[in-house]
DNA sequence: GCCGTTTTCGGCCCGACTGTTTTCAGTCG
């Protein structure tokens, strides 16, 4: 039993905190750290390598070639083990906390004997935290003020959320002087905080931020942090010349920035979100576009949504990046409802909202009658909903094709009898039951869905609500595998609650020739609007346009479906 | 723990900010 990349690589992380709250030397933790981004941003499998090859992987040397081999004989890291039980659980834990990394964990372990929150919630308010060298009142006050914040996390922000928050801060701003960076840029499906390049001057912004922040984290002139509407805001300010390197800096991510910076290194400079250094003569050269920077580097410019260090440096260095999908390549949308089942438009309102959006198709897949709560469409009420679709159409310029978003039942039987599902367009197959099967069981009832030849798309395939439902459990290279066998396409479904398939998964069923189906599965007009956030998950798995099913135009989209 | 046409020993990405300080450690991004 193998493991991934990504397992491995996360191993390596959580080994070195661990090392780091046992008081190691940081250096040895860096090493781990490193092989972690190593082994991460590499296509190719680290299990089942040759050890020769192994070694030739930057970072890995004979000790940490030896953990990769126990992690994919199976078998648990000895190292991982003996730190685990070195280590109580709930000292691993205080890391959750904010302020609160590995080295203050050791030291509130070792020199207070803190093993819980609850016991650092009670040190703090005894005041005994203050009497560490190094620790005052003021740290004190942060930690109790951390663990509250703890009690009441909610976790990451959906794009949607982020946004909200993004409009009240950009009400301080001025127009045109400020981008947001940050993960926010690189389109990912979840925001931890805001990062905003501003060029305005911090004496004019500072003032409005803390009128209107509910709590000041840091106050300074190069960067300011607040909290607004609950959420970490981070401001850097700089001048006009210096925009390119820090909005580069600000966007990271962070093992994307360190790349680069390890880049110049190499060729002689050194690299900060100021400027391009020449290390020999210290002469600072600043950019005031990316463009810039990548240019003289001699790399092509990335993308936001590629640079998470997966290859992409690489690509851009051998001017090799792909040329990703931009909502102007959509010709519909291939997930929605309707009046029909639990949607709020009828089928001449789903055309109109087609051809108002400029698409040549627009798909109506509503629910089968199988799914109680959601007032399932019954194999007769699908011959009468196909009537209604054939009228609209006939004065409509955006054709509205019949589909069905079929349940895929626990048994891994659909939910509506073959002979109906031949007649349509496109057939989507979904999980919406029995979310607790075992994975095995769970992977098998989507094969069977994907071996019926009349499924073209598994709708949202893991079935994960972000912040409220994890991903049920599916071996997802099992379900991509049979997808490349039998033709059929996987969904990123764009609703910014769903956003499944991910980033990770879009990219392997991208590599492995899976087609992509983006729809909003819009339940109302306003939701088909929500198409960009499913484009950004196709860029960050790295989809051209020819990757997507919905970039085809009509006659070559029906054709694939036949 | 890893690595090297500057190095097999002595480095390891870089900087802002805070708190507790008297020059810096820790955290964060």
Redesign the pocket.
């Known amino acids: 039993m193998g493991c991934t990349n990504r397992q491995v690589a996360d191993t390596f992380r959580f080994i070195s905190q661990l090392l ?1 709250i046992r008081g190691e ?1 940081p ?2 933790v ?3 750290q ?2 972690a981004m190593a082994i991460e941003g590499r296509e190719e499998p680290i299990c089942g390598m040759p050890s020769d090859r192994l ?1 030739a ?9 030896a953990q990769v081999g126990e992690l994919c004989a199976g078998r648990e890291s000895s190292l991982l083990l003996e730190l685990q039980q070195s280590i109580p659980a709930s000292v691993i834990a205080l ?1 959750e ?9 050791h ?1 509130l372990w070792h020199e207070l004997g803190v093993s819980t929150i609850e016991d650092l919630e009670q040190a703090a308010q005894a005041h005994r935290v ?1 009497t560490l ?8 006050e ?1 930690l109790l003020k951390a663990i509250a914040r703890h009690r009441r996390s909610t976790g990451r922000m959906t794009r949607v959320q982020a946004e909200a928050v993004l409009a009240g801060v950009a009400a301080l701003l001025t127009d045109g002087t400020y981008t947001v960076a ?1 993960s926010f840029r690189r389109g990912r499906s979840t925001i ?2 805001l ?1 905003i390049v501003s060029t305005e001057a911090p004496a004019v912004v500072n003032p409005r931020l803390v009128v209107r922040a509910d709590e000041v ?9 607040i909290r607004f509407m609950g959420q ?1 805001v ?1 401001i850097r300010f700089c001048s006009p010349d210096q925009y390119g390197t820090m909005l580069m800096y ?1 966007t ?1 991510s ?1 093992d994307f ?2 790349r680069l ?2 880049i110049a ?1 190499s060729a002689g400079w ?5 400027g391009i ?1 020449e290390r020999t003569t210290g002469s600072l050269r600043t950019a005031a576009t990316e463009e810039e920077v990548f240019s003289m580097f001699g790399m092509d410019p990335v993308p936001p949504e590629l640079r998470e260090d997966h290859g992409e440096v690489e690509a851009a260095l051998e001017h090799t990046l792909p040329a990703l999908v931009t909502p102007a390549d959509l010709r519909g949308d291939l997930h929605v409802h309707s009046r029909w089942s639990d949607g709020s438009m009828t089928i001449q309102e789903l055309a109109g909202a087609g051809e108002a959006l400029g698409y040549q198709y627009i798909i109506c897949s509503d629910h089968s009658a199988s799914l109680g709560v959601a007032h399932g469409l019954s194999a007769a009420e699908v011959q009468k909903q196909q009537h209604e679709i054939e009228v609209v159409n006939r004065s409509s310029s955006c054709r509205v094709l019949a589909g069905i978003e079929v349940d895929i039942l626990s048994n891994g039987s659909l939910g509506l009898p073959d002979k109906t599902l031949q007649d349509l367009d496109l057939v989507i197959a979904s999980v919406h039951s029995g979310f607790h099967q075992e994975e095995d069981v769970m992977t098998r009832r989507i094969l069977s869905a994907i071996e019926n030849e009349h499924v073209d798309i598994i709708g949202h395939p893991t079935g994960r609500v972000l912040g409220r439902r994890d991903p049920y459990a599916v071996d997802l290279d099992r379900v991509i595998e049979a997808a490349a066998v039998h033709r059929t396409a996987l969904e990123i479904n764009a609703s910014p609650s769903r956003l499944d398939l991910d980033d990770t998964g879009v990219r392997k069923a991208r590599d492995r020739g899976v087609a992509i189906s983006l729809g909003t599965d819009a339940h109302m007009q306003a939701e088909l609007g929500n198409m960009p956030y499913g484009i950004q998950v196709a860029r960050r798995g790295w989809c051209r346009p020819a990757d997507l099913l919905n970039t085809r135009d009509l006659s070559s989209l029906l054709e694939w479906a036949a």
Do not use: C, M, W
């Open positions: 780091l030397d250096f040895r860096r090493a781990f490193r092989a070694l992987v930057p970072g890995i040397g004979p000790h940490l070639a890391l906390l904010d302020q609160v990394g590995p080295k203050t964990v030291r203050s060298k190094g620790f005052g009142a003021k740290k004190e942060e940050g931890g905080d990062d984290i840091d106050l300074g002139e190069k960067r300011t942090s970490r981070d600000l990271g962070k920035n360190i910076r390890e290194l050194r690299l900060n979100e100021y250094e």
